[in-house]
């Protein structure tokens, strides 16, 4: 997913809210925005804003980090332990 990998490179994600959007992927670590308009506004603040940028890089890759082989694996082995725990 291109997100995902924008957000592992520190690049902030915008993005417009629609259905089977990017809100669970991305959550707060993005920018949602509800039309084209506040996008537009929305992606001047970001280039314009050295602090608005570095805040949103590093919830990016905070983000972007929990979809990484490390966090998917320790999410399988604690499924499968409960599944195994429970019979």
């Known amino acids: 997913m291109?997100?995902?990998?924008?957000?592992?490179?520190?690049?902030?994600?915008c993005y417009i809210d629609m259905p089977?959007?990017?809100?669970?992927?991305?959550g707060m670590a993005g920018l949602k925005f509800e039309d084209l308009n506040q996008m537009i506004w929305g992606?001047?603040?970001i280039y314009n804003?050295?602090?608005?940028?570095?805040?949103?890089?590093?919830?990016?890759?905070?983000k972007a980090d929990t979809f990484g082989y490390?966090?998917?694996?320790i999410q399988?082995?604690?499924s499968v332990s409960s599944k195994i725990n429970s019979l």
Not at 2 to 10: K, Q
Not at 20 to 26: E, G, H, P
Not at 49 to 62: F, G, R
């Open 70 to 73: 490390e966090s998917s694996s």
């Open 76 to 78: 399988l082995e604690k």
């Open 49 to 62: 804003s050295e602090e608005t940028w570095m805040n949103l890089s590093e919830s990016s890759q905070a």
């Open 43 to 45: 992606l001047k603040k």
């Open 2 to 13: 291109l997100p995902i990998e924008a957000m592992s490179a520190g690049t902030p994600v």
């Open 20 to 26: 089977q959007s990017l809100n669970s992927y991305v």
